[in-house]
């Protein structure tokens, strides 16, 4: 379905689009007891079309393989990683550094090296992407990010973002797809003409098919830079209502919004 929609001029490009990966399901042996989780079909798919760039937050951090288990704990209102069996020692602190330091280095990348994407693991305390079980006095109360993925995802909203079980559907992997190449579009857009209006621009079948919600302040956030209170602390408002947008709507809206798009001069 994403490859009928003609616009995205990355598709065909030498440099496929850039995502990132929690390293354990790329297949590196990462994990806190030695092992991978990796995921065979979706490498297999999706290695042609974009470049994979696994990372492993708590390895970078020198916690070492095999290393003890951790949780998450909510303490005084703020998630804390600590180990399962010892919670006297956190490791929130150097995860959100390591953070830090990917945010930095996106910043400084080149539009083909910047991330366009990534494909967390479930259910971790690091890399979870709202899987992850929250403790509060050794009882689980809620679900929420691990720690990476939410500094991540708090400074790039934009971000495409799946983890590898929701990425077992075909419709989610073609929108996840469509997704990396319209934010590799945005990147290579803003990197060669240095303004976000024309990517919008170009895009305008797509932006005409979204909710009217959305549409409306879509087009507040590009014509006169208001953003909504929610996002008030978003970089990129517009991409971000861009992308949200098409991450919460159905599937079938979705691939009723391409196929539109898709006959629409730009
Ligand atoms: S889930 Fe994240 S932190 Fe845990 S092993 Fe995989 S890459 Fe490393």
């Known amino acids: 379905m994403w490859q009928e929609y003609p616009f995205l001029s990355g598709k065909e490009t030498r440099n496929q689009p850039c995502v990132g990966i929690s390293a354990c399901l790329s297949g590196e042996r990462v994990r806190y007891d030695g092992t991978s989780k990796i995921q065979p ?8 079309l ?20 951790m949780q998450l704990n909510l303490n005084n209102q703020l998630i804390d990683a600590v180990y399962k069996e010892d919670q006297a020692q956190s490791f929130t602190q150097p995860i959100n550094q390591y953070a830090d330091l990917i945010i930095d280095q996106y910043e400084r990348d080149i539009a083909s090296n910047k991330l366009c994407g990534y494909i967390f693991k479930s259910r971790s305390p690091s890399c979870g992407a ?17 720690i990476f993925a939410h500094k991540l995802r708090q400074a790039l909203p934009w971000l495409p973002v799946m983890e590898e079980e929701e ?3 075909p419709r989610s992997r073609n929108r996840f797809l469509f997704l990396v190449y319209l934010i590799s579009d945005y990147h290579q857009s803003v990197e060669k003409k240095s303004d976000e209006q024309v990517f919008f621009a170009h895009h305008k079948a797509l ?13 507040s956030a590009l014509e006169h830079g208001n953003c909504p209170e929610d996002l008030i602390y978003a970089p990129d408002c517009a ?12 599937h079938h809206e979705f691939e009723e919004i391409i196929t539109k798009a898709r006959d629409t001069k730009p």
Not at 207 to 219: A, D, F, S, V
Request: hydrophobic share 35%; proline share 10%.
């Open 41 to 48: 079909d979706l490498i297999n798919q999706f290695s042609p």
């Open 50 to 69: 974009i470049t994979l760039k696994p990372l492993c937050p708590e390895v970078a951090i020198g916690m070492g393989i095999p290393r003890r288990p």
């Open 130 to 146: 709202g899987s992850t079980p929250v403790f509060s006095d050794g009882i689980h109360v809620r679900f929420g990010d691990g």
């Open 167 to 169: 990425l077992e559907h």
């Open 207 to 219: 932006i005409k098919g979204l909710p009217r919600k959305k549409r409306t302040q879509l087009n």
């Open 239 to 250: 991409l971000t209502l861009l992308t949200e947008s098409l991450q919460e709507i159905s």
